[in-house]
């Protein structure tokens, strides 16, 4: 298996120090942000991590390995490239085999993280059930990992372009745990809260990283979402926001967009019709949720 993974110089001197280490996925670069801002907010989130002392590890697929770890020039590359392939879960052993460049999404960043010994991964929001789903079945496979790998995500919520209740529902017939960070209600990702509850509340890292060691001491397998909510300033107003995304999703509708094309659609389209104000709100809530990412490592790192 290791002949698959290549750690960079950071991530391997973290691990032979025993360093509190975070995962970054990259998709977010290759297919969730434009260029050049794609690469500026990848390398402010890295150095945000770092401040908050731990070590980053933006995982990518790239020339056959699973990369743990990526240069300046490999993330300059990704986030110009056109030719880069969303991986998942499925894609993986496929895009080894054929030495393509490929951005992993939760799931794939979640299973490479942890095949890195990697516990704590950082991203924007996961992916969940898409409405509509109780007749597409369009599932986000990052449910599943979630509830088969032991990497704990800290995210923004769900994207609010998915129907957030069944999400929910099926986070916990899987029986992965859904904390808020000091926040009792499911954050939506543009917007810090959403009508849904999550499972626990927790006001501080160390409460977090404590759970984190209780459930995989007990062997209870699965991840965790911790969910933390984006800072009031730049949140968005929950109308506006609400009516964009109907509008999105009836393009999609109406041009046929299914699968994991949709995201991307969807995300573009919330972008062209909030005049640029999403991209600025992902932006900084993926720094937000860095610096919690960093914080629960440095703890889960010392129990």
């Known amino acids: 298996m290791k002949s698959y993974i290549v750690l ?30 794609n690469v ?18 933006t995982i990518a697929i790239l020339d056959g390995k699973i990369k743990i770890g990526l240069s300046d020039e490999e ?16 894609d993986i052993p496929y895009l080894i085999a054929t030495k393509q460049k490929g951005a992993t999404t939760v799931a794939a960043t979640m299973i490479c993280a942890d095949l890195a010994g990697i516990r704590i991964f950082v991203t924007g929001g996961i992916g969940g059930v898409h409405r509509g789903a109780e007749t597409t079945m369009d599932i986000s496979a990052d449910l599943e990992e979630l ?15 998915l129907d957030l209740g069944l999400t929910m529902e099926y986070l916990e017939t899987k029986g992965v745990p859904v904390i808020g960070y ?20 927790a006001d501080k890292a160390e409460e977090i990283a404590d759970t984190l060691k209780a459930k995989w001491e007990l062997n209870l397998k699965g991840g ?22 109907n509008k999105a999703l009836k393009e999609a509708e109406e041009n046929q967009i299914t699968g994991k094309e949709s995201t991307p659609f969807l995300l573009a389209k919330v972008k062209e019709l909030t005049g640029g104000k999403s991209l600025e709100t992902n932006i900084e809530l993926v720094k937000n949720n860095a610096r919690l990412g960093a914080e629960i490592a440095v703890s889960f790192n010392n129990k």
């Open 8 to 37: 960079s110089e950071e991530v391997k001197q973290a691990q032979e120090q025993r360093k509190p280490i975070v995962a970054l996925e990259s998709t977010i670069i290759s297919h969730g942000m434009p260029y050049p801002q």
């Open 40 to 57: 500026k907010t990848a390398r402010e989130v890295e150095q945000i991590i770092r401040d908050n002392g731990a070590v980053p590890a």
């Open 75 to 90: 993330l300059e590359m990704f986030g110009q490239s056109k030719d880069v392939a969303k991986a998942s879960r499925r």
């Open 147 to 161: 509830a088969n790998t032991n990497v704990a995500v800290v995210c923004a919520g769900a994207k609010s372009i």
């Open 182 to 201: 000091q926040t009792e209600r499911l954050p939506a990702f543009y917007t810090r809260e959403s009508e849904y509850f999550v499972n626990f509340r």
């Open 224 to 245: 965790v979402v911790i969910t933390n909510p984006i800072p009031e300033e730049y949140a968005m107003d929950e109308k506006v926001i609400t009516d964009v995304i």
